[in-house]
């Protein structure tokens, strides 16, 4: 009897199959990612750090961050100069082991970028994470299950 598939990591979603950082509040939160607002205005100057974990309490961890951002926008004449940074986070390798049938697809070269550097000086490389398709099935089936509760709710 095959094991049942895992879902992806934690802040993690499936676009497909392939695996894609989640856009929410909370898969920032889950991936632990840094994510900064200021403007170098002369008569502004903000700075804004988002604190997910209030905004998660208060309900909000499904809430997109990039409509967030949009929120914090102010209504300077000219046009608001707020700008965001996030740090990007990723996923080491070792995160698939534990799950089957993952599919990893890098460059032809992986053994050389794993034992080399790149320019930056750093062993980080992206490649495409393919989930197999027997999460797809889990996962729609999830789906399904919280739209039937959300139903019968109203």
Known sequence: MP????PPPPGWRLFGRQLVP??????????RQEFRGSCHRRDCRRRY???FDGLIR???AGF???ELQ???????PGGCS???HEKPVGLPLRAFYVHDGVTVLPHTDIAAKLTKPCKCGKTQWACEVLWPP???RWQSAAISAELKLRRALR
Not at 70 to 76: E, G, K, P
């Open 3 to 6: 094991a049942t598939p895992k």
């Open 22 to 31: 989640d856009p929410t509040v909370g898969g920032y939160l889950a991936r």
């Open 49 to 51: 750090d988002i604190d």
């Open 58 to 60: 208060h309900g909000y």
């Open 64 to 66: 997109p961050v990039r």
């Open 70 to 76: 949009a929120l914090l926008a102010c209504r300077m």
């Open 82 to 84: 707020l700008q965001f």
């Open 134 to 136: 027997e999460v797809l």
